[in-house]
């Protein structure tokens, strides 16, 4: 079964140091691998997807698919990335869904 | 402005008393979701709905139900709401072909 696992409920780190957030996923096709975010009382968005391999707000994302991971990266973390973060697994359109995992809340301290 | 809107924003509810989440999008998409929010859980698929008059099952539809009239509307139902309800729902567009999902702001249902 498809599976998206965050081992990390809580990230605290210092302004300016590198943050990690760790996202392994299991799934028998091909996937299509994102990162959502989400501040404080605002809605979802989409901040990466893997097909792009694109640098949102200084993050970038990997996809491991011997180690079946995509964690997220920055290099230097400011007060703004305090946020939710969620890794989602697309699983095409005919299922219709992302699955999603449980999330991490970072937390960017001065 | 191409967006998903839902209404209400808040609501406080009893047991029992039917309620109604409204969601509609203006970007002509086929896809539409439904999602719980739950700490400690992430986001749970309620319900979706691959076109007009076609819904299927999420990871956790009992005690819901859905319909689509309208390709850009996809209302959540609750007939009987119970306090295991009380959550953030979001709703969630997206196009055929494309992964990319938009989401709603969400509403917070409290059922005491």
């Known amino acids: 079964a498809q599976r998206v696992t965050q081992p990390e409920k809580l990230l605290s780190v210092f302004k300016g140091a590198p943050v990690e957030l760790k996202c392994n996923y299991s799934?028998?096709?091909?996937?299509?691998l994102f990162w959502y975010v989400q501040y404080s009382r605002q809605r979802l968005q989409l901040l990466l997807r893997?097909?792009s391999r694109e640098s949102i707000k200084g993050f970038t994302a990997d996809l491991n698919k011997g180690e079946t991971s995509f964690h997220l990266k920055k290099p230097f973390a400011q007060e703004e990335d305090s946020a939710m973060y969620y890794c989602?697994?697309?699983?095409?359109?005919?299922?219709?869904?992302?699955?999603f995992g449980a999330g991490t809340q970072v937390v960017v301290t001065p | 402005e191409a967006q998903v809107t839902q209404n209400p924003r808040y609501l406080i509810t009893v047991t029992g008393k039917k309620l109604t989440v409204t969601c509609s999008q203006n970007?002509?998409?086929?896809?539409m979701s439904w999602y719980r929010q739950d700490p400690g859980l992430g986001l749970r698929q309620i319900y979706y709905?691959?076109?007009?008059?076609?819904?299927d099952k999420g990871d956790v539809p009992e005690g819901y139900k859905v319909s689509r009239k309208e390709k850009r509307n996809f209302p959540l139902i609750l007939e009987s709401p119970s306090p295991n309800q009380t959550s953030l729902y979001f709703c969630?567009?997206?196009?055929?072909?494309?992964?990319?999902?938009?989401f709603g702001p969400g509403t917070r249902l409290t059922v005491t």
């Open positions: 799934y028998s096709g091909s996937p299509e």
């Open positions: 970007m002509n998409h086929e896809y």
């Open positions: 709905s691959m076109n007009v008059e076609v819904t």
């Open positions: 893997h097909i």
């Open positions: 969630a567009s997206r196009k055929v072909g494309v992964n990319e999902q938009y």
């Open positions: 989602a697994l697309g699983l095409g359109d005919s299922w219709g869904k992302l699955q």
